[in-house]
């Protein structure tokens, strides 16, 4: 069993794979679906091959199984704690940052001239499967830092970056983003926070954020916090926010961390989850000498700031996939060995008990699970193609295309994997029974930990308004129209019997959807708007499926290929008729139930909507 220094269990039943995450998995994903290979036929990535990006993530799989996974258990145990000076956690995070920063994998993503690897998005993305597999609330800290370092580098003055950024990629520094206050959570227009003009040319801070992740530590020299605030004077609501990086400490004139700056930590808040990464209540300018350096142009900060919480989004998503994708291993490799009762026709009392997984209800909470967690992975991963695809672009009108369809798709890759990543994580808690609600057994800290994604970087709930309200029209639908052109390509290829059977079981869908997208749109302005509004759940969740069963119809097209056109391995020929199953089960089982969000919007349901305060 595992105790305060252990994240598996060790003997018995319910040993973790010894795979932090399959490899095969990994490689099906980057190189028979995406084909990520090609990205180095592009000049951003022409000094890259195949080999390359594999050492890449052999090395991150190694940091990850070796400095990371070890204390995953120990530190939701042992949350960091705040004397009134310092926050102290167990070494062993400090050890696994480190680590991780020597690899330079923080600046992975980054320009060679910015001192990175300039690695493509889809690279970068397989490397943190294993950290977030291994570790997610250690693993926070540097991918809230990489964000923070991007933001810097698309939008600060030269001189700003130059200050902060090469120690970000380092990890000298580290950043968070500072957006929530306590009376205003994601309504930003309501924020309080402001800042006044200096005659230095930096500005003062004034005001208090919380739930910033990583906001305190003393993991590195330095904290870099980009903070939203108003300028007095600023116009109302978001159109008056601005941006700014707000160091911890100030630096001297060798660019050095000196004077400490009038950040104060008020107090750690204790999460459910995520308990290894402190969450923090931040107070700036309670000395009123909180200098601040205004990022890009005044009134923009919310601009600048969406493109980290657009990325933080992406990998919210993928970070709920593979903590739903662990529990599921888990799940499975207990259900693989723990015995208990009998399948017929060998159900006799003399017969051999059989390892639950060979019970049908068993097989359904399996299947359900590979399909959401293996399903969301790839949303993801698509997602990152997109992004090399942005940064890769021959034409202005192609970056553009490509734009719109991340744009359209992002409330998706944000809330269908934190959605069901925590429904994959309840099923592996079943599996287990008894044990699964246990604190000796690890399936119960992933559900935990993953409970927190459906709530961060803008609720569900929000990411549904703004898939309905704003993205579904932007550009005059420009998203939509090239989503049904890249599906319409999809479904092209497929060439044999499953893939066809399941791209028809798609269609009534796909039609329905079609003809409820316009009459959204003329309600959005209509009497029945707050009867639809109140019900852009059902639309996210329909959305959600109809993108989901074509994610699962690439992998099954690929899959017969595979079995079609290779002579391939006994394991190969099992994973590829795993996909096709877990295909099957996702069109026959989890798309149908979008029948009653269908008729919930057509009808306007006024359910939610016309329900009073005081009727409850």
């Known amino acids: 069993m595992f105790g305060m220094s252990g994240t598996l269990i060790k003997e ?3 040993k973790m794979s010894e795979e932090l995450v399959s490899r095969k998995e990994l490689a099906f994903q980057l190189y028979e679906l995406l084909d990520t290979e090609s990205l180095c036929d592009k000049e951003r990535f022409s000094e890259h091959n195949k080999d390359t990006f594999d050492a890449v993530m052999d090395t991150a799989e190694k940091i990850a199984r070796e400095k990371f996974a070890p204390h995953n258990r120990k530190a939701d145990l042992n949350e960091p704690t705040f004397d009134g000076e310092k926050v102290h956690m167990i070494p062993e995070v400090k050890e696994a940052f480190d680590t991780y920063a020597e690899s330079g994998l923080i600046a992975g993503r980054f320009d060679f001239d910015d001192g ?35 933001v810097i580098k698309n939008f600060a003055e030269q001189s700003i970056k130059d200050k902060f950024m090469p120690r970000m ?41 919380m739930f910033i992740s990583a906001g305190d530590h003393e993991l590195s020299d330095n904290i870099v916090h980009l903070v939203l605030a108003k300028i007095q004077g600023a116009p109302a609501g978001v159109k008056g926010i601005s941006l700014f990086v707000v160091p911890k400490f100030r630096l001297d004139e060798n660019g050095e961390p000196a004077q400490r700056n009038d950040v104060s930590l008020a107090g750690l808040i204790h999460k459910m989850g995520y308990r290894g990464t402190t969450s923090t209540v931040l107070s700036f300018g309670e000395k009123d000498d909180c200098h601040g350096y205004l990022v890009g142009e005044a009134h923009q900060g919310l601009k600048y700031m969406f493109l980290m919480m657009n990325e933080a989004r992406i990998g919210v998503g993928f970070g709920a996939a593979m903590l739903g994708y662990s529990g599921y291993r888990y799940s499975l490799g207990y259900a693989k060995e723990r015995t208990q009762g009998r399948v017929a026709p060998n159900n006799k009392p003399t017969d051999k008990p059989a390892t639950i997984i060979q019970h049908g209800d068993v097989k359904r909470m399996l299947l359900a699970q590979k399909s959401y967690v293996e399903g969301a992975m790839s949303l993801c991963f698509y997602a990152a193609r997109l992004v090399d695809e942005l940064h890769t672009a021959q034409t202005p009108e192609a970056n553009q295309r490509t734009a719109e369809l991340l744009d359209l798709l992002t409330p998706v890759v944000k809330a269908w994997p934190s959605e069901f990543g925590p429904k994959a994580n309840d099923l592996a808690i079943q599996i287990l029974g008894g044990s699964g609600y246990t604190r000796e057994y690890p399936v119960e800290q992933c559900w935990r930990d993953n409970r927190l994604n459906p709530i961060h970087e803008g609720t569900n709930g929000i990411q549904a308004l703004d898939l309905m309200t704003r993205k579904l029209w932007q550009a005059n639908g420009a998203g939509l129209v090239q989503l049904q052109k890249v599906m319409g390509e999809d479904f092209a290829k497929a060439q044999h019997p499953v893939s066809k059977q399941l791209i028809a079981e ?29 019900n852009a759940s059902c639309f996210l969740t329909i959305f959600g499926q109809v993108v989901m069963s074509w994610m699962w119809i690439r992998q099954a ?60």
């Open 116 to 150: 990175g690897m300039q690695l493509p998005e889809t690279i970068m993305m397989a490397c943190s499967s294993y950290f977030t597999a291994s570790n997610p609330s250690s693993t926070a800290y540097s991918f809230l830092t990489v964000a923070a370092a991007n």
């Open 557 to 616: 097209i690929t899959s017969e290929e595979a079995l079609n056109d290779n002579v391939v391995s006994q394991d190969d020929e099992a994973f590829y008729r795993g996909k096709l199953q877990a295909a099957k089960y996702f069109l026959d089982w989890e798309l149908p139930l979008t029948d009653r969000d269908f008729k919930v919007l057509s009808s306007m349901s006024d359910s939610c909507s016309a329900m009073q305060e005081n009727w409850f």
């Open 169 to 209: 990629l380092t990890g000298e520094f580290t950043g968070t983003m500072a957006l929530t206050e306590p009376h205003a959570g994601s309504s930003l227009a309501d924020i309080t926070t402001n800042a006044k003009p200096a005659d230095d040319g930096t500005y003062r801070i004034k005001g208090s954020k």
């Open 506 to 534: 798609l269609q009534p869908y796909l039609l329905k959807l079609q003809k409820l997208i316009p009459v959204i749109g003329a309600e959005l302005a209509g009497e029945n708007q707050n009867a639809l509004l109140a």
């Open 12 to 14: 018995g039943v319910g």
